[in-house]
């Protein structure tokens, strides 16, 4: 078998995963997308939108978009569920251990993800697109959830 071009790293192939899994995101604002990872292997996804069963916001319209509410801001009146809240609730739905796990995800998770993320006790987050959430980034560092911008800092 002959190989075409270079191999992607582990981190660009797991990040090329969670770029695929944001394109069934339902969410009218931003399409978001999350691949657990641990020693190499996929454990869980996660993808924002409605939650199973519930009308998608495409069919009734985005409360925080039409009160004009900026990003990062009053996540309780969003209908949908984050990537990285589903990427976790699937792996406690199939009873996946996460322990030690890795989180890739197309944007930096959210302080309300971010709690949650720390609690399940993964290590390290590696992202693409930067979140407007300070509070967040705090968290994770005073926790030691390493927290990686996708291209910088890999390891």
């Known amino acids: 078998m002959m190989m075409h071009g270079k191999r992607p790293s582990w981190d660009s192939y797991f990040m090329q995963m969670a770029q ?10 931003r399409q978001v997308g999350a691949v657990m990872v641990k020693d190499k292997q996929i454990l869980s996804t996660g993808y924002n939108g409605s939650p199973s069963g519930l009308r998608h916001c495409a069919e009734v319209g985005c ?5 004009g509410v900026p990003s ?6 969003c209908r949908a569920v984050h990537a990285e809240q589903n990427a976790l609730v699937q792996a406690a739905k199939h009873g996946v251990a996460i322990t030690g796990a890795d989180l890739y995800t197309t944007h930096q998770p ?15 987050v590696v992202y693409t697109y930067a ?6 980034v705090q968290m994770a560092d005073e926790a030691g959830l390493k927290l990686v911008k996708f291209g910088e800092d890999i390891s």
């Open 20 to 29: 695929v899994v944001a394109e069934r995101s339902t969410c009218l604002r």
């Open 63 to 67: 409360l925080r978009q039409s009160l």
């Open 72 to 77: 990062g801001e009053r996540h309780e009146i």
């Open 110 to 124: 959210c302080v309300l993800c971010t709690k949650l993320l720390i609690n399940a006790g993964i290590i390290r």
């Open 131 to 136: 979140y407007p959430d300070k509070l967040a």
